[in-house]
């Protein structure tokens, strides 16, 4: 039992540091014989600012419990994001679904240039000076999506040298 609670204590530890924020929630309502029946999505974003941050999407019929929800399935999906010193290597240019998303390096000082979602992925990572510009639909879960999708496609200058082969 004593093992039991170790564990469980360490996993809190792990996690103690992560900033979690409710980035999104829609009501959705469905009418039936006795009324209207309402139920909950919530988009959730978790990171630490140092590197690391995901998001997790989830319904359920009571708020809190999506809240919740989407919380643990955010903490499941943390992704590590490559940065060059305070900003991003290199420009990337993503599309996921109707959203299309330009996110390019700053110059030190510059701050965090980019609409509400994407501008709370950059944040909630760590990044301080960027600038994003998001082309074509306004629907969060995309947007967010597109973000993640390009950080994932960024690439140290390091990395790039040894996928090259130049020492």
């Known amino acids: ?12 530890k792990a996690h103690s540091d992560l900033t979690e924020k ?3 929630i829609n009501r ?8 209207r029946k309402f139920s909950f999505s919530a988009l959730i974003l978790v990171g630490n600012s140092k590197g690391e941050v995901g998001y997790g999407f989830a319904k ?3 708020l809190t419990d999506a809240i919740r929800k989407g919380g643990e399935a ?3 999906n943390m992704h590590k994001v490559v940065m060059n010193g305070t900003t991003i290597p290199h420009e990337v240019s993503v599309r996921w679904d109707g959203a299309h998303l330009l996110i390019k390096p700053a110059p030190t000082g510059a701050g965090v240039i ?3 979602k994407v501008r709370a992925v950059l944040e909630l990572a760590g990044i301080k000076d960027v600038t994003a510009k998001s082309l074509g639909c306004s629907n969060p879960i995309n947007q967010v999506k597109a973000t993640f999708k390009a950080l994932a496609m960024l690439r140290s200058r390091e990395t790039v040298k ?6």
Request: overall charge positive; glycine content about 10%.
């Open 74 to 76: 955010a903490r499941k």
């Open 162 to 167: 040894e996928l090259r082969g130049i020492a």
């Open 28 to 35: 959705c309502s469905k009418v039936v014989k006795g009324g």
């Open 60 to 62: 359920a019929n009571e």
């Open 1 to 12: 039992m004593a093992k039991f609670n170790e564990s469980k204590n360490k996993k809190e």
């Open 22 to 24: 409710v980035l999104y």
């Open 114 to 116: 980019a609409g509400s």
